[in-house]
């Protein structure tokens, strides 16, 4: 046959089968993905920043373009927001993988507000002494050296900075701006993937400590591929069970509705194992990124080790971007599962909330402390999301809100109080710190009664919502667990601040650095916030409420 002929009955077969007319372009709504686009191009521009602009402007260009970027996003937040995207204009975005609704914006706008509080800590470079004339921040002065090396010493002493954590910060935080927007199993996925990977490499990067830094940073790194393969393998069951990564296709098939059923799945939509495992192994891996129990081991090591202003970080805007997926996933493509997973979140809450409670109470040091805290809390949250009720889905949001900046609050206060070897973060050594440095001990135990739940801060006002809409949700006895696992952390909260005030001061204590203009903003931004939404919650919880209704 000749070759003319092979290629016009090729093109008969083209043109009868018309592949080309079929495939359509896709239908991006820039503007409703806006927020995440925003932060996305910042972080590109950072990238090139480090790239072309000379070593010693860097760190002015960085931190313009962050915060330029993050307050672009949120105003970006409320301009979808106000053009009603969170009520009547709920929609799915981007070809059914984002959704564009209350619970999205709400988190989102969160979890900027609480990323440019954080990014004041990261960009603070008057807490160390100067190095050989030159002003240095947290983080190392060149990550690639090996700690303690000649090419380390060199970099110091030239006055080299680590100006790369900002790009990466922006992209964790583009990651966490679409993973409790994900509407479809991948983007969820990418979107982990997205916001893990520079968490993982900005760990590694404290300036002293730097090998138990890196320690931090592997454990993290190891145990958050763990976490990554399981969400990835249940991923791939759900597909075998539903025949589609989408929410809503799952939660048909879930719920029986499906119409038209693809003859190739048939077999495998009624196996519930599938589902069941499926299911069960994304759950452990958001669960792992909350910080609940049984996976929460990875928390205090890696709180102790990051440089504190990526623990604050990491710690606030993390949780939210965490629990915005799981109640996605749960009240979206689950709720016909209710009954199954709700006794297992009925045991994990439990065991979260007393052990983080528990554990904490042995704990000597404050970074660590905070951490089991910071578990203890994630008990409380979960509550919330038991509660299965709109009141749930609010009290959750509101929460999440509150515990971000009294998390980040605490983590900045904690970088100012040093001694010749850096941060001083064992409780023996803030003894008596309320008589040397008065405002900064009173600041802090702001935060602890916040942690707490005491009336009048963020915590009560927080706590109070999510045990009401648990109980309101027939869960009164996890109710109770709540509040003596609260009673059992009031103890270790109270037992600091009495340490702080009550102590004498030892003759070899650490000082009080005085931070820049950048921390004072970020503590500051955490006071106001934790005695605004524990003295007015009113206005706060009605915008969580408005916002608690998942589109599907």
């Not at 209350?102 to 988190?107: E, M, N, Q, S």
């Not at 900027?112 to 030159?134: C, I, K, Q, Y």
């Not at 939210?320 to 199954?340: S, T």
């Amino acid at each position: 046959m000749s070759a003319s002929a092979v290629h016009s009955l090729w093109t008969t077969a083209a043109t009868a089968a018309d592949p080309i007319s079929k495939i359509d372009s896709p239908k991006i709504e820039y503007g409703q993905l806006s927020p995440t686009l925003i932060v996305l191009g910042a972080a590109i521009i950072g990238v090139l920043v480090e790239a072309f602009v000379p070593r010693k402007h860097r760190y002015y260009a960085q931190l313009f373009v962050s915060v330029v970027a993050l307050a672009a996003a949120f105003a970006a937040v409320v301009a979808l927001a106000e053009g009603g995207y969170g009520t009547t204009k709920a929609r799915i975005a981007a070809m059914g993988a984002i959704a564009v609704d209350g619970p999205a914006l709400f988190l989102q706008g969160t979890i900027l507000l609480a990323s440019l509080v954080g990014l004041f800590t990261f960009a603070e470079r008057r807490l160390d002494p100067e190095v050989h004339g030159n002003r240095v921040d947290s983080f190392a002065a060149q990550a690639a050296s090996v700690p303690g090396s000649d090419s380390e010493q060199a970099a110091v002493k030239a006055g080299f900075t680590t100006t790369e954590v900002f790009p990466l910060l922006l992209f964790a935080v583009a990651g966490m701006l679409v993973f409790p927007s994900a509407n479809d199993l991948l983007t969820l996925f990418i979107a982990l993937e997205v916001f893990s990977l520079p968490l993982y490499l900005l760990c590694a990067l404290a300036r002293r400590k730097r090998l138990m830094s890196q320690e931090a940073a592997v454990k993290y790194f190891l145990l958050g591929a763990f976490a990554s393969a399981f969400t990835l393998f249940g991923i791939a069951l759900l597909y075998g069970y539903a025949g589609s990564v989408s929410y809503g296709a799952i939660a048909q098939v879930v719920d029986g509705t499906v119409q038209n059923v693809n003859p190739a799945l048939a077999d495998t939509m009624g196996n519930d194992a599938l589902l069941l495992v499926g299911a069960a192994m994304i759950v452990m891996g958001l669960l792992f990124k909350v910080g609940a129990v049984p996976f929460h081991m990875w928390t205090p090591d890696v709180y102790q080790g990051a440089p504190t202003p990526v623990t604050g970080f990491m710690a606030a805007a993390t949780k939210v971007a965490a629990f915005g997926a799981l109640l996605r996933l749960l009240y979206v493509v689950l709720p016909g599962l209710r009954w199954d997973w709700r006794p297992v979140m009925w045991g994990v809450a439990i065991i979260t909330m007393l052990g983080g409670a528990i554990v904490a109470i042995t704990q000597t040091d404050i970074k660590r402390l905070l951490a089991y805290s910071s578990i203890a809390h994630a008990g409380f949250i979960l509550a919330g999301v038991i509660a299965t009720t709109p009141d749930g889905v609010s009290s959750v949001l509101f929460y999440l809100a509150a515990y971000s900046f009294v998390t980040i609050g605490a983590f900045a206060v904690v970088t100012l109080v040093r001694d010749a070897g850096g941060e001083a973060t064992h409780l023996s050594k803030w003894a008596g710190l309320g008589r040397r440095s008065p405002l900064v001990a009173a600041v802090f135990a702001v935060f602890l009664l916040a942690f707490a739940g005491i009336p009048l801060t963020s915590g009560f006002a927080g706590k109070f919502a999510v045990f009401k809409a648990a109980a309101e949700g027939g869960a009164a006895p996890l109710v109770v667990v709540g509040v003596i696992s609260s009673a059992i952390a009031a103890f270790f909260y109270i037992r600091v601040i009495v340490l702080m005030f009550f102590s004498e001061p030892r003759p070899e204590g650490p000082t009080v650095a005085v931070p820049s203009p950048l921390t004072m903003t970020a503590i500051a931004v955490g006071v106001a916030v934790t005695l605004v939404l524990g003295v007015a919650p009113q206005y706060f919880l009605d915008l969580a409420n408005q916002a608690g209704v998942f589109v599907r």
